[in-house]
Nanobody, 124 residues
Framework: QVQLAESGGGLVQSGGSLRLSCAAS????????MAWFRQAPGKEREFVAG????????YYADSVKGRFTISRDNAKNTVYLQMDSLKAEDTAVYYC?????????????????WGQGTQVTVSS
């Protein structure tokens, strides 16, 4: 079992930066692929970024590539999402997710564990 808790969301102006954190509890964190998803009002939950168990392989949605960076610190049981050059269209609730395998997947149903979400609002 893995329990996840996000933090770091907030209100930022367009072009600004935020760093989201996801603290995980559970002994299987270091062997779990982790990901960030987001959901805007009236839209489906979408993949943002994912990271393999060792941190060596990362994946990004085309819409955030070059602006967002996912990383993890297995010693701290924490996953991060550094978001730079934020745009109004990045406004959404951001969710941390984990799965019981070392491989990243890009669809929500592949993930067994979810945080409660953190709101990110980018003003234009």
């Amino acid at each position: 079992q893995v329990q996840l808790a996000e933090s770091g969301g907030g209100l930022v102006q367009s072009g600004g930066s935020l760093r989201l954190s996801c603290a995980a509890s559970g002994r299987t964190f270091s062997s779990s692929a982790m990901a960030w998803f987001r959901q805007a009002p009236g839209k489906e939950r979408e993949f943002v970024a994912g990271i393999g168990w060792s941190g060596g392989d990362t994946y990004y949605a085309d819409s955030v590539k070059g602006r967002f960076t996912i990383s993890r610190d297995n010693a701290k049981n924490t996953v991060y999402l550094q978001m730079d050059s934020l745009k109004a269209e990045d406004t959404a609730v951001y969710y941390c997710a984990g799965r019981n395998t070392i491989m990243v997947a890009k669809y929500p149903s592949a993930y067994a564990y979810w945080g409660q979400g953190t709101q990110v609002t980018v003003s234009s």
